[in-house]
């Protein structure tokens, strides 16, 4: 049941205390926000969770999906115990199905036709973009840095908040850091061999004007009709 206050908050929050806590509070309204990390490590599911965050906040999303048809993302929520079907149908969740596949060296007008549809949605306050890695990885450097140099320009001058995630091994190591100083706010995703067991991390890296220090780095899983738990630090180091 789609319910909120009507004031919407100057942060866009997943909804959990413990990762929330860790971001300083949550993400600053109009940052521009990449989640990086490797296979498996969980940037879809993070993403997820800011977009559930921000729909009961009040927030009107966009999600552009390389990964999901409208029907299977629905689906995949739901699995996960966030039933967005009130969300979609009242207009306050727009789901775009993108193509992950492309004409070689078509990458600038893939770019160009994304942020002229994120600027045609005026009402849409959090535009999240899941993922980045098949455009990028067939995009020159320069194309690369200028996309999340004008991304970057869209979030400050229509006050949007947008949210990438892309796999770390997408470009160089070299291009990954000058992307990462770019962006308002930083986090990384990856998969640690704790003893005998394997888990996910958070390493929050930076946010830009959180209204709260941040923390550091979250352990945590993902379980069935659960979705993100967090793993406490004391048993992840036992």
């Known amino acids: 049941m789609v319910s909120y206050s009507g ?3 100057k942060l866009v ?3 959990m205390t413990e990762i929330d806590k860790k971001i300083g509070g949550g993400i600053p309204e109009g940052s521009f926000t990449l989640i990086d990390g490797q296979s498996e490590a969980g940037k879809s599911v993070l993403a997820q969770q800011f977009i559930w ?3 009961n906040a009040g927030f009107k999303v966009a999600l552009y999906t390389t990964e999901d048809t409208t029907p299977s993302f629905l689906r995949q929520m739901a699995s996960l115990s966030f039933d967005l079907t009130d969300f979609f149908l009242l207009g306050r969740l727009n789901i775009y199905p993108v193509p992950n596949t492309f004409v070689q060296n078509d990458s600038l007008t893939v770019f160009d036709t994304l942020l002229e549809h994120v600027a045609s949605l005026p009402d849409f306050n959090l535009m999240v973009v899941d993922s980045l890695t098949a455009f990028v990885s067939h995009a020159s450097e320069q194309e690369t840095l200028d996309f999340f140099s004008h991304a970057k320009d869209v979030c400050g001058g229509q006050h949007k908040t947008m ?14 850091m000058r992307i990462r100083s770019i962006c308002d706010a930083h986090l990384r995703v990856r998969v640690e061999e704790i003893g005998a067991q394997l888990m996910k991390a958070l390493e929050v890296s930076k946010v830009r004007g959180a209204s709260k220090q941040t923390g550091n780095i979250v352990n945590f899983d993902i379980e069935p009709h659960v979705g993100i738990r967090i793993i406490p630090v004391t048993r992840a180091k036992a």
């Open 7 to 9: 004031v919407r908050p």
């Open 13 to 15: 929050s997943t909804g």
């Open 53 to 55: 965050g921000a729909l």
């Open 163 to 176: 949210m990438m995630t892309m796999h770390s091994y997408a470009v160089s190591d070299q291009l990954l």
